[in-house]
């Protein structure tokens, strides 16, 4: 019964509300078309593989692959988080050092 009462409030939920200035700050920052460059391989779970084969044409941006929308949300990453990375690397080398 509470199970069921769970899964009544869970569908009932509303999506969050999206600003056009969100909406149009995400396009901008991973929407765009490019290239890659120079390319090398790496290993995702075929879940997202499937997912993003899927949700990149749904965006419905002329030009956009999935190698440059995950380029681009990775770039994004490693700039948003570069001080922490760089802390993180910084406690590593001094690990390997010992």
Known sequence: MA?????AAATN????TVSAKETDSYRSLFLEPGEVGARKGIFVPREL???LKMTVPLLDV?????????TRI???HLKGNADIL?????KGKKKTRL
């Open 86 to 90: 760089n802390t993180l690397m910084e």
């Open 3 to 7: 199970t069921e009462n769970n899964n």
């Open 13 to 16: 939920k509303k999506s969050p």
């Open 62 to 70: 002329e030009g956009l692959t999935i190698g440059v929308y995950v």
């Open 49 to 51: 593989v499937d997912r």
């Open 74 to 76: 990775l770039l994004d």
